[in-house]
Antibody
Framework: QTQLQESGPGLVKASQTLSLTCSVS??????????WSWIRQPAGKGLEWIGR???????DFNPSLKSRVTISLDTSKNQFSLKLSSVTAADTAVYYC???????????????WGQGILVTVSS | DIQMTQSPSSLSASVGDRVTITCRAS??????LNWYQHKPGKAPKLLIY???TLQSGVPSRFSGSGSGTDFTLTISSLQPEDFATYYC?????????FGQGTKVDIK
């Protein structure tokens, strides 16, 4: 059974870089059927897709965050990571990692998610 | 970006009720629409993908329909474990976007 687990600091100071890791078990991150995504949810708000990485290392990002985001994949550790630079209070959110299944042209869906990690940005 | 709008934002229902949640896209997304269930402190769960395909292991009381811009998630007979927040998400084009959620609670 596929499982994902986020880890990283729960508190980050404003202007610094938020760094999170997602550890994957039950499936190889080098499996070409999947992308590996980050999604966040500020308190009381909806879900926002941050970006994704493919087994090749290619990435796609939400344009609203693109200038500050890095997503990387380490297939040897079966992990992928998120870095978000120059954080502000607006980046305080629960951050989820998720497996994105490529089921065909435009048929993508998040079929496994981590439980999420709350990251608070302090001033 | 494609905007996704859900209605209602919340509803109260009883066990056994038929519940319908709608999701509207700001442009046609053909049938590239997914539905998720989210309970507090837990990982979101995929219910339906490609508008109407039930994810493996999801009870048959959940169903999805629609195409173009208008979509519906129906729970035919609400069960106690179904009280949660439901989100739609389009996969027609990046950035993937979600509806704002519909919270289903106990009447």
């Amino acid at each position: 059974q596929t499982q994902l687990q986020e880890s990283g600091p729960g508190l980050v100071k404003a202007s610094q870089t938020l760094s999170l890791t997602c550890s994957v078990s039950g499936v190889s991150t080098s499996n070409g059927r999947y992308y590996w995504s980050w999604i966040r949810q500020p308190a009381g708000k909806g879900l926002e897709w941050i970006g994704r990485v493919y087994t090749s290392g290619s990435t796609d990002f939400n344009p609203s965050l693109k200038s500050r985001v890095t997503i990387s994949l380490d297939t040897s550790k079966n992990q992928f990571s998120l870095k978000l630079s120059s954080v502000t209070a607006a980046d305080t959110a629960v951050y989820y990692c998720a497996r994105e299944h490529d089921s065909g042209p435009r048929e993508y869906f998040f079929d496994f998610w981590g439980q999420g990690i709350l990251v608070t940005v302090s001033s | 970006d494609i905007q996704m709008t859900q209605s209602p934002s919340s509803l109260s229902a009883s066990v056994g009720d038929r519940v319908t949640i709608t999701c509207r896209a700001s442009q046609s997304i053909t049938y590239y629409l997914n539905w998720y269930q989210h309970k507090p402190g837990k990982a979101p769960k995929l219910l339906i993908y490609a508008a109407s395909t039930l994810q493996s292991g999801v009870p048959s009381r959940f169903s999805g329909s629609g195409s173009g811009t208008d979509f519906t998630l129906t729970i035919s007979s609400l069960q106690p474990e179904d009280f949660a927040t439901y989100y739609c998400q389009q996969s027609y084009g990046t950035p993937w976007t979600f509806g704002q959620g519909t919270k289903v609670d106990i009447k």
